[in-house]
């Protein structure tokens, strides 16, 4: 608790999109010519390249979502429900960020666009990108180390004699006893599951949640973008030029698959799909 309060002290909620982390990681620069306005500095980053793509298929379908109940630039500050809901939203569900300069004040149609992207880009695709892959790369605990539960053993001190007599005996005294690794493993395991009834991004319960045309067909170009996304990122996984995606131990970057239900199984773990909110 007190590192992730040392750490949401400098927390910045206009930085949590994509392009903006991107940047502030001196992970890319800044382009222009681009449609994220973004270059990205290594080529082989499956997260990033990936991500790029989502990021701008869903601020694509909240622009135009958006501009259907606000024709122009300047009605989102007389809307008098976004006001209270964004005041709300400042006040009581991050009091302690309300008078931050970089909150946006929400007086733009703009401002209402960045905002909803971001808080959807969170919501789904990067926590699809940061949850669902625990289990499949830090199943095999190899790939995750416990850590060292005993200092190093002084001189003439019995841990001393034990080590040196039986080095594997006092070894497996300092790290994570059985018991708590397997359930460190087995809750892993289940955050790293896809419900059986998971609604991926894209995708509504009820085809008819709304009554307006327009939306309607905005989402379906949202979900035939993602299958062409989906598309390019299975395209990338099998381009033998990317190491990070086709190396020695060939685990192909799936965690940005926009949608599981062609590969999903029941009980078994897919590593891909992007549920359309955390459920957690």
């Known amino acids: 608790m007190e590192l992730s309060s040392s750490i949401y002290k400098n927390w910045v909620f206009t930085d949590q999109a994509l392009p903006k982390d991107l940047l502030k990681r001196g992970l890319a620069v800044e382009d222009p010519n681009i449609d994220n306005g973004v270059k990205l500095l290594i080529e082989d980053y499956p997260y990033a390249v990936d991500g790029l793509e989502i990021w701008s298929a869903i601020k694509t379908w909240v622009t135009e979502y958006c501009s259907f109940y606000y024709k122009n630039d300047k009605t989102v500050q007389t809307d008098i429900e976004i006001q209270s809901w964004w005041t709300e939203l400042r006040t009581k569900g991050h009091g ?13 149609r703009d401002d ?36 060292n539960r005993r200092f190093m053993p002084e001189p003439g001190t019995v841990e001393y004699t034990e080590l040196a007599e039986d080095t594997d005996v006092a070894f497996l005294k300092t790290i994570t006893p059985q018991l708590q690794t397997l359930l460190g493993i087995s ?22 949640w709304t009554a307006d ?44 698959y926009p949608n599981t239900t062609n590969y999903r199984r029941e009980g078994e773990f897919t590593g891909k799909g992007i549920p359309n909110s955390v459920s957690i």
């Open 112 to 147: 209402l666009i960045e905002s909803c992207t971001i808080i959807i880009w969170i919501a789904s695709a990067l926590h699809a990108a940061v949850n669902f892959g625990q289990y499949p790369y830090a199943g095999f605990l190899l790939n995750r180390p416990t850590i």
């Open 96 to 108: 302690d960020k309300q008078h931050e300069s970089w909150w946006p004040s929400m007086q733009t």
């Open 187 to 208: 809750i892993i395991e289940t955050l790293s599951m896809h419900s059986t009834d998971e609604i991926y991004l894209g995708q509504r319960e009820s085809p008819n």
């Open 213 to 256: 045309d327009e939306a309607l067909e905005a989402f379906k170009r949202f979900g035939k973008e993602l299958e062409l996304i989906e598309n390019n990122i299975i395209k990338r996984n099998n381009d033998k030029r990317f190491k990070n995606r086709t190396g020695p131990v060939n685990i192909p970057y799936t965690l940005l």
